[in-house]
């Protein structure tokens, strides 16, 4: 058994543990949602498109303990989807988050966290990218993983540092003979560190390093180090913005791939129009891994704009326009694609414990193969009950 799931395992039983024995103040929430739609192009193909209704059952429970210096959170979250024409792709998906902090003083705490996620992806998408009818089902994935920080500061202190330590490890557990290469074991440092220059603006300086290991294919494993500055400004609560450039250095192991490095930034932007409208800016440029068996890592570029609007305090409307460019890198040359997606969403919230959604979802992929192009349209109502 690996660290992170001797982890994970140790912070489920403490959050049980807490919310039966201690003295605090403690709450539980459990919702049931169910949700049916339609999708135009289920295999996510540039021709020969085909359709499919589908159906999901899914559940959140959420715990909660809070004591003096201390809080501790429990969130698991389970979904099952049924297709009407391929049942071969029906999965459960599930989320396990325990979290933890303690205030040792006003400007002092220390937090903790761990993760169990099962994921599935969807034939065509991913790994499978134009190859979803030589696949029986879509591929499956598991992450598991903890992490530790340390902060000291408050927001209205004249500086704020924060550490943090991270360990994940990932992988698919389907079609093992080909996905092993794709193991994950990553050990991540960060530490950011804000000062006030005056009002509410402050300087923001941000690093990190890396360490991505391939137990299954060695010559993939390397070293990153990341270096941000910038500001971080909240002059009204009409406005927030966070804004850091930087640099972002790939170091391999195996001198046969050759170390990288590219610009790096982070933008983030709220703007609240007036008490029921709100615009939400979003760009970041980094390295993440590889999702592929040909290439070794990716260039990821995204762009996102939310605009949220309540009507009334009952009925709200969202939509999303986003768009995410990768490049995915190999020793013998470079693969780019375009993700252009967007979401329309009305939601009601009909009483405390009953809310329904109508919701509309857009996919594009733009590439140099004509053949992997598609355009992928689902329509879906939501309804969600507060037990």
Do not use: C
């Not at 001797?6 to 169910?34: H, R």
């Not at 939400?280 to 939310?306: A, G």
């Amino acid at each position: 058994m690996n660290f992170s799931w001797l982890v994970a395992i140790f912070f489920a039983i403490s959050a049980f543990s807490a919310l039966v024995q201690a003295e605090s103040d403690n709450n539980a929430e459990f919702t049931l949602a169910s949700e049916a739609g339609y999708i135009d192009n289920f295999f996510y193909q540039a021709r020969n498109e085909q359709s499919t209704a589908y159906y999901t059952l899914s559940s959140d429970l959420a715990l909660t303990s809070n004591r003096q210096h201390s809080a501790f959170n429990f969130d698991a979250k389970l979904a099952t989807y049924f297709f009407d024409k391929f049942n071969n792709d029906d999965h459960t998906d599930f989320t396990i988050t325990p979290t933890y902090q303690f205030k040792f003083s006003q400007n002092q705490r220390l937090y903790m966290s761990a993760l169990w996620l099962n994921s599935y992806n969807y034939r065509g998408t991913g790994l499978s990218l134009s190859q979803a009818e030589a696949l029986s089902k879509g591929d499956e994935k598991e992450n598991i993983g903890a992490s530790i920080g340390y902060e000291y500061g408050t927001f209205e202190s004249q500086g704020k540092l924060n550490f943090d330590l991270t360990y994940h490890e990932n992988k698919f557990t389907t079609r093992r003979t080909d996905t092993r290469r794709l193991d994950t074991e990553i050990l991540n440092f960060k530490s950011n560190f804000d000062y006030l220059l005056s009002g509410k603006t402050f300087l923001a300086f941000d690093i990190a390093y890396k360490v991505t290991e391939y137990p299954n294919d060695p010559i993939s494993n390397r070293d990153s180090i990341t270096a941000l500055v910038g500001v971080k400004w909240f002059s009204t609560v009409i406005s927030e913005l966070n804004f850091l450039v930087g640099y972002q250095q790939l170091k391999f192991s195996d001198n046969r791939l050759r170390d990288d490095h590219a610009f790096k930034w982070r933008f983030d932007y709220i703007w609240r129009l007036a008490d029921f409208t709100r615009v939400h800016i979003v760009s970041n440029r980094h390295f993440d891994e590889s999702y592929r068996l040909i290439s070794s890592y990716r260039l990821v570029q995204s762009q996102q704009i939310d605009f949220e609007h309540g009507f009334t305090e009952r009925f709200n409307v969202l939509a999303t326009v986003g768009l995410t460019n990768e490049k995915f890198i190999s020793r013998q040359n470079t693969e780019q694609e375009d993700y252009l997606f967007s979401t329309l969403t009305l939601a009601y919230q009909h009483s405390d414990r009953l809310s329904l959604q109508l919701s509309y979802d857009y996919q594009a992929l733009d590439t140099r193969d004509v053949n992997i192009d598609y355009s992928y349209n689902k329509m879906a109502l939501n309804v969600k009950i507060k037990l």
